[in-house]
């Protein structure tokens, strides 16, 4: 095939100009909806440069021309081959009170088996703690120092105090341990990617952890101060960390794809969205979390009756589970 | 390790980019490391305001804001500057669909957290390590959001107009003949001869001589000349014709201008 390059050029370029217009709108208002005819010319002028590039892709000569229209090409055959939806509108709040329950409610098996680690992990820690007095020391990391010692001491001097220990620190607190708590999150999905091992180690220790601490507690005679104390926040930030669980066990059974005849590509393009969901889901819980936990859990009697604060925790996860379980959501909503 | 990303479309057209190795990439990860610690020392000074009113908020501002900019700062760059942070401007790098489709939130989302684990045990380990081992040089991060990045080199031509000046080029006396030679000349071998002359005088003479006396063979059983066109024209010279009528396909003064590359890719 002989072809004039310039009269070629010259030929050709309002085309590509016109291509070129065409995606650079489609890129600054991507929740426009193109009518018909613009549809059809784009999908014409994506067949002209494809085209195009056929030809000159033979021709030794003008790289740079070649390297113009493959990029061009690129960038059509990536808005036409697209098949996952366009966002329209994106409704942050709208997204994220549909997608985060939708996700939770696709991916239920996975977080039934997060519980399921969970509490076995718990019951680790409770036989532990129940059956060894050095399992406390042994177990609980650094971070928990203040949970080694005597429970019962502890109750006694948190309702002995006068003063508002909190006082004067309590938004550094809360964002403290949301920013913490979203970061060990994170992980916990995260570590999916190793074939959903470190998510389940990771969903293991927090239950024997959880486990001991109460097993410790009850055994202390302790269990109003322990119900008063965790209920509050507890009820969102351990369901936060089980979505966090179930999100890293989705990523490793599409990792792992046992049973599923679809590539490991098509699995992980699967559940992105769900995962994001997930994500945005936790993060908001841990937010709410940290929030309660600088500002009630801390406050104990005489401040406030523990009755009050464990009716609390029962209302807040009363909420949790209806709207991740019974809410009526909306018909599916398009990506951001 | 495979270095390009090739993707063929339904309608038969193939493109290809090159994929970042893990060097690149890190030098991008140390641009962007340093961009972030800007951005944090710009808000700790933005955030000592807040501390005249109440400690408690600045404390906590500057623990939330360094959190949400070492996290947010890939998720909204790559998100709003198509697949680009600083670094990766920088070093001319950019993060695309693995399969050369839309870039889409969740994938810039995912392959940003994941960060966490590929920065395990420290410095990036274990994802230096599966970038490494990856037919397409992705971390774990990129794994799991279906994401490549991609080497955007910015094209540079040698300068032509200096490595063919003052040669009179006897092959465009014969305009059908130069045509069929552009036409069976395939890319690849147009650049190996381009860059034959451009490193020319990096050759050992005798080497020299060989390679472009091998060239001009291969050049020659393309397309016939008229003997008389030819026979005079030492081996280095009838190259250096080739390459005038291969890259330059009008003559100097008439020169079209190539259109500039995609905004998106350039």
Not at chain 1, 291 to 316: A, C, D, N, R, T
Not at chain 2, 3 to 30: D, H, M, N, Q, Y
Not at chain 2, 131 to 158: F, H, M
Request: with cysteine; aromatic share 10%.
């Amino acid at each position: 095939m002989i072809i004039d390059l310039p009269r070629f050029i010259d030929a050709e370029r309002p085309t590509w100009t016109e291509l070129e217009k065409l995606l650079d709108r489609l890129h600054e208002e991507p929740t426009r909806v193109m009518p018909l005819e613009e549809v059809q010319r784009f999908h014409l002028l994506y067949q002209k440069v494809s085209a195009e590039l056929g030809r000159v892709a033979t021709f030794a000569c003008e790289p740079e021309l070649r390297r113009y229209l493959e990029s061009l090409t690129a960038r059509a055959y990536a808005e036409i081959h697209e098949t996952r939806e366009r966002g329209r509108r994106f409704r942050p709040i709208h997204w994220f009170v549909n997608e985060f329950p939708r996700a939770f409610r696709r991916q239920s098996g996975a977080f039934a088996m997060a519980v399921i680690i969970t509490v076995v992990g718990m019951l680790f820690g409770g036989l532990a703690t129940t059956f060894d007095d050095e399992a406390k020391e042994s177990i609980v990391p650094q971070q928990f120092a203040h949970l080694m010692g005597d429970p019962a001491r502890r109750v006694a001097e948190e309702e002995k105090a006068k003063k508002d220990r909190m006082g004067g620190h309590h938004t550094y607190f809360a964002s403290m341990l949301m920013v913490n708590n979203i970061r060990v999150s994170i992980l916990t999905l995260g570590s999916g990617i190793l074939f959903g091992i470190g998510t389940i180690i990771e969903l293991f220790y927090n239950g024997v952890i959880l486990g001991l601490v109460v097993v410790d507690y009850i055994l202390a005679g302790q269990t109003m101060f322990m119900l008063g104390w965790l209920l509050p926040h507890g009820v969102i930030e351990i369901p936060a960390i089980l979505v966090a669980g179930q999100g890293g066990l989705v990523l490793g059974k599409a990792l792992i794809g046992y049973g599923d005849r679809a590539s490991l590509d098509e699995r992980l393009r699967g559940i992105g969205k769900d995962l994001m969901a997930l994500i945005c889901g936790f993060s908001g819980m841990l937010v709410w979390a940290g929030i309660v936990e600088s500002f009630l859990s801390q406050y104990h009697e005489p401040m406030i009756h523990y009755w009050q604060k464990i009716v609390f925790g029962l209302m807040e996860l009363s909420a949790l589970i209806w709207f991740l379980y019974f809410r009526k959501i909306a018909d599916p909503e398009d990506a951001p | 390790m495979n270095t390009t990303l090739k993707i063929r479309t339904p309608e038969g057209i193939a493109f290809s980019f090159a994929l970042a190795g893990p060097v690149a990439r890190c030098l991008a990860w140390a641009v962007d490391f340093f961009v972030i610690l800007a951005i944090l020392k710009i808000m700790v000074l933005l955030v000592t305001v807040i501390g005249f009113i109440s400690l408690d908020f600045q404390v906590a501002a500057m623990m939330l804001g360094y959190f949400l900019v070492s996290v947010g700062y890939g998720i909204v760059l790559e998100w709003f500057w198509r697949g680009r942070t600083i670094g990766k401007w920088l070093l001319r790098l950019r993060v695309m669909d693995a399969h050369g489709l839309r870039l889409q939130p969740h994938q810039v989302l995912l392959r940003n957290l994941l960060r966490f684990v590929d920065s395990l045990p420290a410095f990036y380990f274990i994802g230096g390590v599966t970038c490494l081992l990856s037919s397409r040089s992705q971390r774990l991060g990129d794994i799991a959001g279906s994401t490549v990045v991609v080497y955007n080199p910015k094209p540079t031509e040698p300068d032509l107009d200096q490595l063919l000046a003052g040669k009179f080029n006897s092959l465009r006396q014969h305009p059908h003949l130069e045509a069929r030679l552009r036409q069976r000349v395939s890319p690849d071998e147009a650049r190996l001869a381009l860059q034959a002359l451009v490193r020319r005088d990096d050759l050992d003479p005798i080497a020299r001589v060989a390679l472009f006396s091998e060239l001009a063979d291969h050049f020659k059983s393309l397309v016939t000349f008229p003997p008389e066109t030819v026979e005079s024209v030492p081996d280095e010279q009838y190259i250096r014709n080739v390459v005038d009528i291969l890259f330059r396909t009008r003559a100097v003064e008439a020169k079209p201008a190539a259109p500039q590359p995609a905004g998106a890719l350039g």
